[in-house]
């Protein structure tokens, strides 16, 4: 698939993972819209660098767990730069780190609510653009931890475990009408989300990883960027973790 004169929404893209992805996507010649909640500054960053590059973006504002905003995107997105064929689910959606047995219901709820509520609502925005262009490809963020387990993470793995679903029954019905949905699992990536995590935790998820290296969020959007292009491959999760599959 040709990423040249398409048009992508990635969710989440002012900071970390998704800033990458939407300048990986600019770098093909995608016109790209930088989605954001709160850092209006660091999304009109990345449009700044992408402009500056030759490419095409737009900053959007919208909560990507909020149906009536993440519809009124996908239309502004569409009005600027015509239907959109890319869309990547990368918005976080936090959570306290905490062990079952202190683990707050709502925050639990809250978590499952936001996570799926994210792709669902993106998806159902977007799915009539693509197949009004008669095509299009969807590229959820999911993570290693919808597998593998880590303490604290119960919410977080239960979130993204459904997510990984959720790309696999979208794939099974989106099919048929040109529309491809994969998954890019990451592993502990360096980013804003990640800077609490201490060095020597680090340092050995690393060691335990056979590139022997923390991840980038260039990394990711590289996965993204070639799954985007994989034109027969649906339904696939694609770790990316430098072959180091516990966290
Ligand atoms: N970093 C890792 O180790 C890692 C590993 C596996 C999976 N992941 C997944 O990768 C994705 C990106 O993570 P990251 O590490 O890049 O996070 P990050 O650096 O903390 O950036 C989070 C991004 O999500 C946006 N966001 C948060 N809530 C949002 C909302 N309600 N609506 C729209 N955007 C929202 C933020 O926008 P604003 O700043 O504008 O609010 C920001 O652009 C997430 O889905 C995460 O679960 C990350």
């Not at 869309?87 to 925050?107: C, D, H, K, R, T």
């Not at 592993?187 to 991840?215: F, M, S, W, Y």
């Amino acid at each position: 698939m040709s990423l040249a004169g398409n048009v992508a929404l990635v969710t989440g893209a002012s900071r970390g993972i998704g800033a990458a992805v939407a300048k990986a996507l600019a770098a093909q010649g995608a016109a790209v819209a930088v989605n954001y909640f709160g850092s209006e500054a660091a999304a009109e960053g990345v449009v700044q660098k992408i402009r500056a590059s030759g490419g095409r973006a737009v900053a959007v504002r919208a909560d990507a767990r909020d149906q009536a905003q993440v519809e009124i995107m996908a239309a502004t997105v569409k009005a600027q730069f015509g239907p959109i064929g890319i869309l990547v689910l990368n918005a976080s959606i936090g959570f306290p780190m905490a062990g079952i047995l202190e683990y707050p219901w709502e925050a639990f709820q809250a978590k499952l609510l936001g996570e799926l509520g994210a792709a669902f609502h993106g998806c159902r925005a977007v799915a009539p653009q693509m197949i009004e262009r008669q095509g299009g490809s969807i590229v959820a963020i999911t993570s290693g931890l919808a597998r593998n387990p880590g303490w604290g993470f119960c919410a977080h793995s239960a979130a993204k475990a459904g997510l990984e679903g959720f790309v696999r029954a979208l794939a099974f019905e989106l099919g048929p009408m040109g529309i491809r949905v994969n998954a890019v699992a990451p592993g502990l990536t360096l980013t804003d989300a990640t800077a609490h995590i201490p060095e020597k935790h680090k340092q050995a998820a690393a060691v335990h990883a056979p590139l022997r290296r923390n991840g980038r969020a260039e990394d990711v959007a590289e996965a993204v960027v070639g799954l985007l292009q994989a034109g027969f491959v649906t339904g696939a999760t694609l770790p990316v973790n430098g072959g180091g599959y516990v966290f």
